[in-house]
T-cell receptor, first 116, second 111 residues
Framework: GAVVSQHPSRVICKSGTSVKIECRSL??????MFWYRQFPKQSLMLMAT?????????EQGVEKDKFLINHASLTLSTLTVTSAHPEDSSFYICSASRPGGTHEQYFGPGTRLTVT | KQEVTQIPAALSVPEGENLVLNCSFT??????LQWFRQDPGKGLTSLLLIQSSQREQTSGRLNASLDKSSGRSTLYIAASQPGDSATYLCAVPFGANNLFFGTGTRLTVIP
């Protein structure tokens, strides 16, 4: 199989604080992981692409200093939302792909972030 | 720039009916297309992946077709069940591995 987990599944934080979300590939090594954001009733929008051992590539309009991504190992990528604001409240989903193969992405269950 | 459109945006059908969901994309230079299912407040479940060299893929009651030249894919669901109720998303790659998602079709199967 190809299982991807995310932790936490839900988090509520106060405005101005930072929140870390973890994405793990449980049974395979993921050289590349992706972070998406999904607002209510909208589709997923790619935020950044994370490669193990190198800096993440951010999509246009995504603040790299606000959304810190670390891909420290072949099975773990983290997204830290710094100085969170209510407008950062969203559903964050990560995915991972295996090296080579079909370019298929395997998605985590998502993290619901609510900033009060 | 790739644009992915899904029609209809929402669909309600009675249980047992066969149905077709549509996905269209503007840039036909794709190497695969994926169909996903998303339940409310949940992540994505991959249903089918069609490589660019393939015309269709089948998994159980699901059949996905791909016509690259016309920029279209369909997802056929046979004998729909209430448990099929979810949002269905199609996605195509752009760049090295990134996925570009359609806006989804919200399916409701009425018992």
């Amino acid at each position: 199989g190809a299982v991807v987990s995310q932790h936490p599944s839900r988090v509520i934080c106060k405005s101005g604080t930072s929140v870390k979300i973890e994405c793990r590939s449980l049974d395979f090594q993921a050289t590349t992981m992706f972070w998406y954001r999904q607002f209510p009733k909208q589709s997923l929008m790619l935020m950044a692409t994370s490669n193990e051992g190198s800096k993440a590539t951010y999509e246009q309009g995504v603040e790299k200093d606000k959304f810190l991504i670390n891909h420290a190992s072949l099975t773990l990528s983290t997204l830290t939302v710094t100085s969170a604001h209510p407008e950062d409240s969203s559903f964050y989903i990560c995915s991972a792909s295996r090296p080579g193969g079909t370019h298929e992405q395997y998605f985590g269950p998502g993290t619901r972030l609510t900033v009060t | 720039k790739q644009e992915v459109t899904q029609i209809p945006a929402a669909l309600s059908v009675p249980e047992g009916e066969n149905l077709v969901l549509n996905c269209s994309f503007t840039d036909s230079a794709i190497y695969n297309l994926q169909w996903f299912r998303q339940d409310p407040g949940k992540g994505l479940t991959s249903l089918l992946l069609i490589q660019s060299s393939q015309r269709e893929q089948t998994s159980g009651r699901l059949n996905a077709s791909l016509d690259k030249s016309s920029g279209r894919s369909t997802l056929y669901i046979a004998a729909s069940q209430p448990g099929d109720s979810a949002t269905y998303l199609c996605a195509v790659p752009f760049g090295a591995n990134n996925l570009f998602f359609g806006t989804g079709t919200r399916l409701t199967v009425i018992p």
